[in-house]
């Protein structure tokens, strides 16, 4: 079974940075597609910054010019680097890894990590 584990989360304040990273593991197969989605409280959950099998990426509005999203030589780990956090930024951020082209076909979520940023 595939687990994906995210890490690196924190307490940062405005203008700092963070880098999480999320792990995949379980089977063979890297994931095609590896995307961050944050929630905040009383909202709902949103694309952060995904991939996919391409290599191609895309970010939300709000993080452009801020996040950067990586992947490791495996293509198993992906890392969402975060400069100049805001405290809007604040969020349980979760990792969803997608299993399209490759068993077992489907997505998996990670537990989420908190990140809060704050004076």
């Known amino acids: 079974q595939v687990q994906v584990v995210e890490s690196g989360g924190g307490l940062v304040q405005p203008g700092g940075s963070l880098r999480l990273s999320c792990a995949a593991s379980?089977?063979?197969?890297?994931?095609?597609?590896m995307g961050w989605y944050r929630q905040a409280p009383g909202k709902e959950r949103e694309l952060v910054a995904g991939d996919d099998s391409y290599r191609n990426t895309n970010y939300s509005n709000s993080v452009k010019g801020r996040f950067t999203i990586s992947r490791n030589t495996a293509r198993n780990t992906q890392f969402l680097q975060m400069n100049n956090l805001k405290p809007e930024d604040t969020a349980v951020y979760y990792c969803r890894a997608d299993y399209i082209n490759h068993y077992p076909y489907r997505s998996f979520w990670g537990q989420g990590t908190q990140v809060t940023v704050s004076s």
């Open positions: 379980g089977v063979v197969f890297s994931p095609d597609g």
